[in-house]
C-alpha cells in the first residue's frame, strides 16, 4: 500500500478506487460567517455591532480529466507520499533498527542532491498518469494519440518539460511480439487491436531521478497468464532485491518464477519464457541505463547491489523463443554520458547536438520530441551523431512474428535502513 505522509484523509475515485492526494483545507474558512464584532460606543453611549467582512473562499485543488492540476497543488508542503516499504532479510535485517543507518538516511534525505522526495514526486505524477493510462486506452485509438495523452499528461503533473522535471524517456507502446522500445514517429498510422498485448512503459524525473515503471494491457482473456507470469516474476525480483544481493543469483530466481506459467492459447500449451536477452538495470541521476545490468536467468555475475543504488526490475516474458532481436523504424535515442569529443564535419549535426545537449542532456528523446522541439529535416544529422559515437539509438526489440510479450516494472531504491518500492501502486 502507498503510505499517505501528508496526514490528510485518502480520498477514493469513484471510478477506479485509486487514491488521490488529500486536498488542502484552509483554516480560515471557519471564519467566512459574519460574526458580531465587539460593541462599540456610539455617540449616545448606545453599543453598536459591527459586521466583520467575509474572507474569500480559498479553493481546494481538485484533479481535473484529464489530469492537468500540477502535484504541487496538492503537496504544498513538498512531501511526497512514500512508496512501499519492504524491510530487509537475513544478513542486512539489523539494518532496520540501525541508529546509524537511520542518521544516514536521514543526512541524505535533508540533501537536495539525494533527497528522496524528488523520485517519490515523480513516482506519485507516474501513479497518476499510469491512473488515467488505463482509463483513457481503447482498442481503436491511434497510438499517436495514446503516446501523446500520456504525456502531455506527465507534463502537467509534474509541471516540467525540461532537464529540470519532466519526461523520463519516450513512453514505450510496444504490441505483441515487440517486446520493447517502440513509439510512434510522426505519420504513424498504427491502431490499437481488441487482441493486442500492449506494455506501456512510462518515465518521469525530477532533478535527473528517474522512475521507471511498466505495465501490460490486454483487452481479451487469451494471455491473460502471460501477464500473470510476468507480474509474479517482476514481484520475486523486487523480493529478492536487496543489498550485497548477487545479480546473477537474482536472475534465476525470476526465470524460476516466471517458467513455472504456462498459456494456452489457440489450442496449444505454450510455455512463458524468460526474453532471456533482456534485463532490469541500475539508475543513476539522468542516466537510466546506470551501468549494472538485472539478467533475467542465472548466470555467473557475481556483481553486488549496493546500499543507496536505484534499481528498474524489470521482466519481459514471451510466448515465442524468447530472445529479442532489433527490427523496425528507430524512434529511441539518448545522447551517452561518455560521449566522445569528435569533430563534427556536418554543420547541421552540430547544431542538432546543441539543441540535444540543452533540451534533454542525457535523458532519452525520440523523434516526436524533437519536433516538439522545432527541429526539422534533422535525420541525416542524427544518423551521423550515431555514427560518430556520441548519440546511442534503441531500436525496437522483437521476439519471432506471431508470438505475445509482456512486461511490469518497478524503480526500487536500496535506502540504508530498508528497500522502498518507489513505483508501488494499488493497481500493480
Keep these: 500500500m502507498i503510505q499517505d505522509t501528508s496526514g490528510g484523509q485518502k480520498l477514493i475515485e469513484p471510478d477506479n478506487g485509486q487514491e488521490r492526494p488529500p486536498q488542502q483545507v484552509d483554516p480560515e474558512e471557519h471564519d467566512e460567517e459574519d460574526e458580531d464584532g465587539p460593541a462599540e460606543p456610539s455617540a449616545a453611549g448606545e453599543g453598536k455591532k459591527k459586521k466583520k467582512k467575509k474572507k474569500p473562499k480559498k479553493k481546494k485543488a481538485e484533479q481535473t480529466e484529464p489530469p492537468r492540476v500540477g502535484l504541487s497543488k496538492f503537496y504544498p508542503d513538498g512531501n511526497y507520499p512514500e512508496g512501499e516499504i519492504q524491510i530487509y532479510k537475513d544478513d542486512n535485517a539489523w539494518r532496520t533498527t540501525s541508529e546509524e543507518k537511520r542518521y544516514l538516511e536521514k543526512m541524505a534525505n535533508e540533501d537536495p542532491e539525494t533527497t528522496y522526495q524528488s523520485i517519490r514526486r ?22 499517436t494519440d495514446i503516446a501523446n495523452n ?3 499528461t506527465t507534463r502537467a503533473l509534474v509541471e516540467g518539460d525540461g532537464l529540470e522535471s519532466g519526461i523520463g524517456f519516450p513512453t514505450g ?18 491502431v490499437l487491436q481488441h487482441g493486442d498485448v500492449l506494455k506501456v512503459d512510462i518515465g518521469v524525473h525530477v532533478k535527473g531521478r528517474i522512475c521507471d515503471s511498466a505495465f501490460t494491457l490486454n483487452f481479451e482473456p487469451t494471455y491473460d497468464k502471460l501477464l ?9 525480483g523486487i523480493r529478492e532485491a536487496g543489498i550485497d544481493v548477487r545479480l546473477g543469483e537474482l536472475g534465476g530466481l525470476i526465470q524460476e518464477t516466471m517458467e513455472s506459467y504456462e498459456v494456452e492459447a489457440n489450442g496449444k500449451v505454450l510455455p512463458v519464457k524468460v526474453i532471456e536477452n533482456l534485463s532490469g538495470h541500475s539508475i543513476n541521476p539522468y542516466q537510466i541505463h546506470g551501468g549494472k545490468s538485472v539478467l533475467l536467468v542465472k548466470s555467473d555475475d557475481q556483481t ?4 543507496g543504488e ?7 516474458g514471451s510466448t515465442g523463443r524468447g530472445r529479442i532481436v ?29 539543441s540535444i545537449t540543452k533540451i534533454f542532456g542525457t535523458l532519452p528523446f525520440c523523434r516526436r520530441y524533437l ?27 522483437c521476439d519471432q512474428k506471431g508470438s505475445m510479450t509482456a512486461q511490469f516494472e518497478h524503480t526500487i531504491l536500496l535506502r540504508p535502513t530498508v528497500k522502498e518500492v518507489v513505483s508501488r501502486g494499488d493497481d500493480y
Design 310 to 316: 536505484y534499481y528498474a526490475i524489470e521482466t519481459f
Design 150 to 152: 500520456i504525456e502531455d
Design 228 to 236: 500473470e507470469a510476468v507480474k509474479a516474476a517482476t514481484d520475486t
Design 326 to 354: 532489433e527490427g523496425g523504424e528507430c524512434s529511441h535515442y539518448a545522447k551517452r554520458v561518455d560521449a566522445p569529443h569528435v569533430p563534427l564535419r556536418l554543420n547541421s549535426a552540430k547544431t542538432l547536438l546543441k
Design 173 to 190: 507502446l510496444s504490441l505483441n511480439h515487440c517486446a520493447a522500445h517502440y513509439t510512434p514517429n510522426a505519420g504513424d498510422t498504427i
Design 371 to 397: 519536433d516538439r522541439a522545432g527541429e526539422s529535416k534533422y535525420l541525416l544529422a542524427l544518423n551521423n551523431l550515431v555514427q560518430q559515437g556520441i548519440v546511442h539509438d534503441y531500436p525496437p526489440l
Design 122 to 143: 515523480a513516482a506519485e505524477v507516474h501513479r497518476q498518469v499510469r491512473s488515467y493510462a488505463r482509463r483513457m486506452i481503447r482498442p481503436g485509438m491511434a497510438m
Design 304 to 307: 553486488k547491489m549496493e546500499e
